[in-house]
Structures are given as C-alpha cells and as structure tokens.
C-alpha cells in the first residue's frame, strides 16, 4: 500500500530553524508536496518537489532524495504563526491524479 | 481565501440519513478533489473529477458517492450515515495534474 510517515510532534522556539520529515513507500511516485494547516482550516500549498534537491521558498525549503525515499520541509526563524499542522502529500501517477497526504505533524513554536 | 467555495459549513444529521455536500472550484480549475479528515488524523483522499468524469478513486465507501457537473461545481453525497462519518469534508480544485490543490474550508458534518 501507499504510505507517508512523518513525526506526530515538533517543538521548536521562536526565531529557531525546524526540520519535519517525511519518508514515504508508495508506487507510481512523481513528487512530493507540503502543506500547511491551521486548527481546522483549510490545508494551504507551500511547496512542491518533481526533483531531487532542495526548493526554497522565503523562510520555507523542501528537499528530496528518490533514492531514499525522502524529504523534507525546512522552517527558518520560527514565527508563533507558523504552530500549525504540516503534512506531506505524495504524488501519484496511473490513472488520475492521486495526492496521498502523510499523517502530518503538529508542530509548535514557543517563546 | 483560496476562491474554493464549499456548503454547508456544517451539518448536524441522525444516523441513517442522507447528506449532499456541495463544492464550487476556484475559476478556471477542471479537477475537483474531495478528502475526508476525521479527529486528529490526516487527509484520507476520497475521490477526483476532471472536467466531469471521475479520474482517481480512493477508498471511497459504496455508501458515498460523487459527481462534477457540467458547471464544474460538484457533490459528495453520503448515505446510510454512521456515527464514524463525523468528519471534516474537503473539496479541493487544481488546473492540472501537476498543479498544487487549492482547498475549501471544509464542510464539518456530525452524525448524532
């Protein structure tokens, strides 16, 4: 089966750098997405990798290594704003377009 | 705001019952998604439209069913509600296959 595995929690302090990771098992793998969500709101994109390397964005990076069936989501200096679940979604192929979300973590940044 | 428009925002309905959940895509977007999170899990992707025909399945329940329409708008329809459908229920649009999912802000529907 499909499967994304990311860390259930993350604390961090404001203004501190943050690493979420995100190994997945899947077929018919094309990219891997991230996204952010507030307590109950809409999940919202923040970046998206076709290729290996990194992807910076602002304060937001995503990296990823086919070869090892990885990636990961960087946050730079910390906002309390950014407490916020984050999840990653891999991309599927064959027949449609199949974003399979991981199981997402909570992260939490504290003064 | 993503300019994904989903109704009702919330819905309170007896087990056994119907619903229809309703979702309009940002302009211009052809695929429509719908994804179900229930209480702290994650994103359990249920189904895709494209243009008006189905394109992906997920593990959708027999008792669920989807449909795009002609206008682009779409509907979730669930039937025989147990009290494990209480979730949050997303719709979400996108361009193209590759293009980044833009959600709505979720029906939350509670069965009692």
């Known amino acids: 089966g499909q499967s994304l595995e990311q860390p259930s929690e993350v604390t961090a302090v404001e203004g501190a750098i943050v690493q979420i990771n995100c190994t997945y098992q899947?077929?018919?793998?094309?990219?891997l997405s991230w996204y952010q969500q507030h307590d109950g709101g809409a999940p919202t994109f923040l970046s998206y990798?076709?290729?290996?390397g990194l992807e910076e964005t602002g304060r937001f990076s995503s990296f990823l290594s086919r070869s090892d069936s990885y990636g990961y989501l960087l946050l730079q200096e910390l906002q309390m704003k950014d407490s916020a679940s984050y999840f990653c979604a891999a991309l599927l192929t064959g027949g449609g377009n199949k974003l399979t979300f991981g199981t997402g973590t909570q992260l939490k940044v504290e003064l | 705001d993503s300019g994904v428009t989903q109704t009702p925002k919330h819905l309170i309905t007896a087990t056994g019952q119907r619903v229809t959940l309703r979702c309009s895509p940002r302009?211009?977007?052809?695929?429509v998604y719908w994804y179900q999170q229930s209480l702290d899990q994650g994103l359990q992707f249920l189904i895709q439209?494209?243009?008006?025909?189905?394109?992906a399945k997920g593990n959708i329940l027999e008792r669920f069913s989807a449909q795009q329409f002609p206008d682009l708008h779409s509907e979730l329809n669930l039937s025989s509600l147990e009290l494990g459908d209480s979730a949050l229920y997303f719709c979400?649009?996108?361009?193209?296959?590759?293009?980044?999912?833009?959600f709505g802000n979720g029906t939350r529907l509670t069965v009692t």
């Open positions: 979400a649009s996108s361009v193209g296959v590759n293009s980044p999912l833009h």
């Open positions: 899947t077929s018919g793998f094309y990219g």
């Open positions: 302009s211009g977007d052809l695929s």
């Open positions: 990798n076709a290729l290996d």
């Open positions: 439209y494209y243009n008006g025909e189905e394109r």
